[in-house]
């Protein structure tokens, strides 16, 4: 115990003889080592606060981050809320837009060609036409019985002299032409106004087409503008025509695709049977190196085929033949020694595949200027049919019924008027398309000759009606009302309404001058009527009433 306080008691008093402060002078070192020691506190100091800022900078920056993640997951809320939103009213699109389409389709098959009724009177016409006088039956029947009727009977015997011509001038084109290299002509047939007895304007012109087909072993495939592929609007009413070999099927070979050994053969095709060079697809009147069949060829090859036909027959005939038009190759003429002549034009066809319906090369005399989109495409007529359809629906009509006589009266005033103010875009095969819808949407009691005035009227306000709103359907593209007993494919009734009365659209000056002559045509029909009038009492008529259209 004694020695523990001696040790504790040495240790304090050795503490106080070493402590700096009370023994300052003998210790030079202390004032020194407080400088020292502030400058370290002064850069610990300094060295905190650059901690300090660097954490606040770090909390700064992790609030930021934290904010922007807050914000970014707000707006991935808000886009899922909105695509949400915008898949709802996607799908709502959608089927509003498909009830249209079944709504349009519906319609379209109820009514694809709204023809008007007579509760429609006025609801069309202008002011322009109010007042303008319509002649009665009376009159019109004077007037038909004496231009129209008149002119009529030499038809008949001019179809059968250019019909017994033109299978003799046929037969002597197969007789020069090579049977192996050459295209294969058929017997004509006559088509147009000159067979369905409705043309009225003078010179009379027969219109007649020959089909033809190309040699063996090849074939010709259509392609048309409905058949499922993608054609441009200028397009529509149009197709192709491909020159192929019988045998070869139309999405090709697998040995044109692939390199067969040379130990190895195609069952299907030999090395003999192999694709003709660019120059012989040439002379199949193909497009310069495509397989395509080149309406322009074509109609060279015919004139010179008909040329030489001409030249190995003309001795049989006391008469001259020559090509008439320029712009139309297949127009012939007849001249007689009298003087006399008489036109008909001959114009190669292709049947689309087993129906009535004709790739055309060109269509004569054709009035609204729609040029081909090239000459490897070829315009549809359904020319055989419109024939037959007007046959069939004669069958069910009156006696004497006057769809043909309001036919020829509407084309004679307007073909009187043409030639009084110039050509317009609107032909003669408009008039009869008016006539066809017509005709399938009147009962047949509405077609007896007592009402040819009334017939007549419904032709004009339709025909007027179609030119305001620039659309008259072709009768039988989109047609699903055609009878059964035509057999037209299929794939033309289903196909969308083709718009003859599309070219007015993209040429205004030509839709002006049409609509303009129409209505002229309209305000001198009395004058035009009354020309060719002989003079009928007033007791029968009693003058020209003044019916408003």
Request: hydrophobic share 40%.
């Amino acid at each position: 115990m004694p020695v523990g306080i001696f040790r504790v008691c040495l240790v304090v008093i050795t503490a106080i003889i070493n402590h700096p402060l009370l023994f300052p002078k003998e210790n030079g070192t202390v004032p020194e080592n407080t400088e020292e020691i502030i400058q370290k506190m002064k850069e610990r100091e300094e060295s905190l606060r650059l901690e300090q800022l660097r954490l606040e900078q770090e909390i700064a920056a992790q609030e930021a981050t934290q904010k922007a993640l807050e914000k970014a997951a707000e707006v991935v809320e808000e886009s899922k809320e909105e695509k949400v939103r915008w898949d709802m009213w996607t799908a709502l699109s959608m089927v509003i837009f498909l009830l249209i389409e079944l709504w349009r389709q519906d319609f379209q098959e109820g009514n694809w060609q709204d023809t008007g009724g007579e509760e429609d009177d006025m609801a069309v016409l202008g002011k322009a036409f109010k007042g303008v006088a319509f002649p009665d039956k009376a009159v019109l029947a004077s007037f038909y019985e004496k231009r129209i009727l008149g002119t009529t009977g030499d038809m008949a015997r001019m179809r059968e002299m250019v019909e017994g011509f033109a299978d003799d001038l046929l037969e002597a084109l197969r007789s020069v032409c090579n049977r192996d290299a050459d295209m294969e002509v058929e017997d004509c047939m006559g088509v147009g106004s000159m067979y369905e007895n409705w043309r009225v304007r003078k010179p009379f012109v027969c219109d007649l087409i020959v089909p033809f087909a190309p040699p063996e072993p090849y074939c010709f495939r259509s392609q048309i503008w409905c058949s499922g592929d993608s054609f441009p609007p200028d397009e529509q009413g149009y197709g192709t025509i491909k020159v192929c070999r019988a045998d070869e099927d139309v999405t090709g070979c697998i040995c044109d695709k692939t390199k067969l050994g040379e130990d190895m053969l195609c069952l299907l095709h030999s090395q003999a049977n192999t694709t003709r060079p660019s120059s012989e697809m040439e002379d199949l009147l193909c497009f310069k190196n495509t397989q395509y069949l080149d309406a322009d060829q074509v109609m060279k090859w015919f004139q010179i085929a008909v040329t030489k036909a001409w030249n190995r027959i003309s001795h049989k005939y006391e008469f001259d033949l020559s090509f008439s038009l320029l712009d139309s190759p297949g127009a012939l003429k007849i001249k007689f020694r009298s003087g006399k002549s008489i036109a008909f034009n001959l114009t190669p066809v292709v049947q689309y595949e087993n129906s009535d319906v004709y790739f055309i090369s060109h269509f004569p005399r054709r009035g609204l200027a729609a040029d081909l989109p090239s000459s490897t495409h070829w315009f549809l007529t359904f020319a055989v049919y419109e024939r037959r359809f007007i046959q069939l629906v004669s069958k069910t009509l009156p006696a004497n019924a006057c769809h043909v006589s309001c036919l020829q009266i509407l084309s004679f005033l307007h073909g009187k008027q043409c030639s009084l103010t110039g050509p317009s875009g609107l032909t003669n095969y408009h008039l009869k398309t008016v006539m066809l819808h017509l005709l399938q949407t009147r009962p047949s009691q509405d077609w007896a000759p007592e009402k040819l005035e009334a017939r007549l009227q419904d032709m004009l306000k339709f025909l007027e009606k179609c030119l305001h709103e620039k659309k008259l359907y072709h009768f039988f593209v989109g047609n699903g009302k055609v009878p059964a007993e035509l057999s037209l494919p299929v794939i033309f009734q289903r196909a969308e309404p083709l718009n003859l009365f599309r070219p007015f659209v993209l040429h205004r000056d030509v839709y002006r001058k049409t609509v303009d002559t129409f209505h002229e045509m309209l305000r001198n029909m009395p004058a035009l009527i009354n020309e060719y009038t002989v003079h009928i009492p007033v007791a029968h008529t009693n003058g020209i009433h003044k019916e408003s259209l």
